[in-house]
């Protein structure tokens, strides 16, 4: 009988000391705590990345009372940066503990200020029992497989600006770049500018008319690339856009996995798919820009020779605002120099982009003084089409139009962090305690 109990005690023992070793306190974010993250919302994407979540594991939110708090919410909310579904109270006193009692996915936010949409957000995955997580999975972004959300410095160190080299300074940044669902956009800007997302039409216009979502004002700002399509952001202080401060992306779904290999595979003459070639940007004039030209009108057109323009490509006309203009006319006006029957608006203000939407022939002029009988007129032919020929120009996004059972917080302060752990593991001894009466 004795030997029964030792070896029923021994085991009760084994079994509660693998429980309580079981459990972790996660401090969310490490030494960085609770706060608006230095690179937006991937610092605690990043931070949750490869570690496992439990029931009875404990999440510990260093913030500093008065100046942050964390709410649970919905994944609505969560990815809304509101906490309208907000599940339990928002928590106000630092440091906070919040235990996780139940699997599923979890959702926290700072709803402080624009905390959130600076980044101050975290989503995990809590297991029932040991193994690896999976992510959440109701409405997220899927991830690609093999990469992590990436937190896109707009302009890098330049930052959200008044660009030098005007609106290619954006498109170069942008070129070569990939912008996947799950992404992030980070702009930096001081409180005397702003970001909104528009239209297209409003992004070539330089006008706020089409807005999508609320001008932000507040820098820095960070912006969740939630779906796949076109995205245009533009500053609409002062003259800010119409001297380059606009940005167009587009973002890609995320990669699914590879399907397997067809039981009836194409013949092995059939032709792959022809991709579509990318729109392009053409510098008018390259280096010398949209202005009286040396050679006299031959100039313009000795540019155009040999270049293939399709519609969806961009015109960009490189000029200081005050001495040119650009402006489209007909053929009859351009012959000319008259913008009696002028196409659409003069743009005053240098570098002016044009989308080449509609195939045919082009005409512009400049309407400054005696500019365009000194040369400054340039006519070219619009395809509707590209060949599938390779191009040197910079290229750009297309340009189709866009897309338009709660869990209890515990209090905040310095409380053990495994309250729940410990109810459990006393139930667990309680009945092991059972067990080991039964055999006397």
Known sequence: MAGRFALVLGFAVFLFLQYSAAQTVHTVGDSAGWRIPPNGAAFYVNWAAGKTFRVGDSLVFNFTSGLDE?????????????????????????????????????????????????????????????????????????????????????????GWTVPQGGAMFYVNWAAGKTFVVGDSLLFNFTTNDDVVRVSKRSFDLCSDDDEIGDD?????????????????????????????????????????????????PPPSNARPPTPRPAPVTHIVGDAV???????????????????????????????????????????????????????????ESGPATIV????????????????????????????????????????????????????????GGTGPPNSSANTVAAALSATLFGLVLSFF
């Open 216 to 264: 932000i004002d507040n820098g820095p700002a960070t912006i969740l690339l939630s779906t796949p399509g076109e995205y245009y952001f533009i500053s609409n202080e002062d003259r800010h856009c119409q001297q380059g401060q606009k940005l167009a992306i587009n973002v890609s779904a995320a990669a699914g996995p590879m399907a397997p290999p067809s039981s009836n």
């Open 289 to 347: 820009g949209w202005t009286t030209p040396p050679g006299g009108a031959a100039f313009y057109v000795n540019w155009a020779a040999g270049k293939t323009f399709a519609v969806g490509d961009s015109l960009v006309f490189n000029f200081q605002t005050d001495v040119h203009d650009v402006e489209r006319v007909p053929k009859r006006s351009f012959d000319i120099c008259s913008d009696d029957d002028d196409i659409g608006d003069s743009i």
């Open 356 to 411: 080449l939407r509609d195939a045919g022939e082009h005409y512009y002029i400049s309407t400054e003084n005696q500019d365009c009988q000194l040369g400054q007129k340039l006519a070219i032919n619009v395809t509707a089409t590209r060949p599938n020929t390779p191009v040197t120009s910079i290229s750009t996004p297309p340009t189709s139009g866009p897309t338009p059972g709660s869990s209890p917080s515990s209090p």
């Open 70 to 158: 964390v709410t649970r919410v919905s994944k609505r909310s969560f990815d809304l940066c509101s906490d309208d579904d907000e599940i339990g109270d928002s928590i106000e006193t630092g440091p906070a503990t919040i235990p996780l009692l139940s699997p599923g996915e979890y959702y926290f936010i700072s709803s402080e200020d624009r905390h959130c949409e600076q980044g101050q957000k975290l989503a995990i995955n809590v297991t029932a029992a040991p193994g690896a997580p999976t992510p959440p999975s109701s409405n997220a972004p899927p991830a690609t497989p093999g990469r992590a959300p990436v937190t896109h410095v707009v302009g890098g160190a330049a």
